[in-house]
Structures are given as structure tokens and as C-alpha cells.
Antibody, heavy 119, light 111 residues
């Protein structure tokens, strides 16, 4: 059974940093593209970032480029998102999602971790 | 800000058929990029409903169907059931923006 379990969310002050994680199991993590998608309270889904299977190629939404860094540890089957210079508008539930292939839709999602940026 | 436009809400009685449109442009749907659909039940994570414009993952009832034409795509739900009350999102890739894009989302209400 595929499982994606996010952790590391919480309350952080504007300008602060946070690293969230996503522990994967039940599939070949090292062979899968992975994504982060966020959803502000009461709002729609927004794609944040993507990493290819070996971690050599990454992509970011313009709103987080230069502030967020996606990475992965295939030995630990874990996906990360390092978030720096956080702003109030970054407050959201952050979901990790597995790609069906190479940009072919997101076939499995975690339950999400809530990040709140507030003073 | 979303480049894929969906109606905010649709509704129907149990057993009826409803459709949700997803309107894009020549840099996303019209450029040939696939459209995928997700269902988000209240308080839960999204779930893949349709991939590659019209394909259902294992376990998704055949009451759900997808189609694509030109710069738009549609999701149809036939035989509407109370359990179908949820938010639905389309998703594709936009070559001008160089990123994945979601639709604005549609709330389906069963009357």
C-alpha cells in the first residue's frame, strides 16, 4: 500500500524558516518524480515544486523560487521542502504527491502538514 | 491567478448527470498537454479521479468520465450520488509559465 506521510509543519514567524518532510513507502521511491502542492485555508490547490527521481532536476513556482528548496533522500525514501524567508501568504496545508510518471498527474497524495506563518 | 477556469459550483439531484468544464489556452490544454482531474472530499487530501484526459485509475467508478477538446476539458458525473459531494480540480501543464497548473476548483452539491 502506497503511503505518504508529511511532517514538520507548525507555526513560524514571518521571515523564518521551516523544513517539512514526507516519508514514502509502498512503492519504488527512488524511481518516482515527486511534488509539493499547497492549499491555503478555504482556497484551491497550488503546485509548489517538483523533483525528478534522482534529485538532479528541480522546478519551482515563481512565488517560491529562491526561497524554497526541494530535495530528496532516496536511501531514506524521504522528500523534503526547505522553506526560508517565509511570508504570511505561504500559510497553507502542504501536500506531497507522487507523480504517475514524468508529469503525468499525481496519483498518490499525503494527508498534508499545516504551515502557519504569523507573528 | 489560475490559468485554468472552472465554474465555482454545480449541483444536481441524485441520479442526474452533471458536467464540470475546465477552460485553458493554447499554452496548456490547447498545446496538447494532458488534463487530469482530482476529487477532494471535505477535510481530506485530493484523490486522482481521471488521468490522461479520459482514463480512470483502478477503483474509480465508471460514473466518472473525462474528455478534452481544443483548449478545454470536461469531467462528467453520471448517476450522481450523495458521496460525490466534493471539490473537483482539473490540472495540466503550462508551457508559457513552465509549471504545472490547477483549475480554480468546482464545488459539486447533491440536492
Amino acid at each position: 500500500e502506497v503511503q505518504l506521510v508529511e511532517s514538520g509543519g507548525g507555526l513560524v514567524q514571518p521571515g523564518g524558516s521551516l523544513r517539512i518532510s514526507c516519508a514514502a513507502s509502498g512503492f519504488t521511491f527512488s524511481g518516482s518524480w515527486m511534488h509539493w502542492v499547497r492549499q491555503a485555508p478555504g482556497k484551491g490547490l497550488v503546485w509548489v515544486s517538483r523533483i525528478n527521481s534522482d534529485g538532479s532536476i528541480t522546478a519551482y513556482a515563481d512565488s517560491v523560487k529562491g526561497r524554497f528548496t526541494i530535495s530528496r533522500d532516496n536511501a531514506k525514501s524521504t522528500l523534503y521542502l526547505q522553506m526560508n524567508s517565509l511570508r504570511a501568504e505561504d500559510s497553507a496545508v502542504y501536500y506531497c504527491a507522487k507523480d504517475r510518471g514524468t508529469g503525468d498527474g499525481f496519483d498518490y497524495w499525503g494527508l498534508g502538514t499545516l504551515v502557519t506563518v504569523s507573528s | 491567478q489560475s490559468v485554468l477556469t472552472q465554474p465555482p459550483s454545480v449541483s444536481g439531484a441524485p441520479g442526474q448527470r452533471v458536467t464540470i468544464s475546465c477552460t485553458g489556452s493554447n499554452s496548456n490544454i490547447g498545446a496538447g498537454y494532458d488534463v487530469h482531474w482530482y476529487q477532494q472530499l471535505p477535510g481530506t487530501a485530493p484523490k486522482l479521479l481521471i488521468f490522461g484526459n479520459r482514463n480512470r485509475p483502478s477503483g474509480v467508478p465508471d460514473r466518472f468520465s473525462g474528455s478534452k477538446s481544443g483548449t478545454s476539458a470536461s469531467l462528467a458525473i453520471t448517476g450522481l450520488q450523495a458521496e460525490d459531494e466534493a471539490d473537483y480540480y482539473c490540472q495540466s501543464y503550462d508551457s508559457s509559465l513552465g509549471r504545472y497548473v490547477f483549475g480554480t476548483g468546482t464545488r459539486v452539491t447533491v440536492l
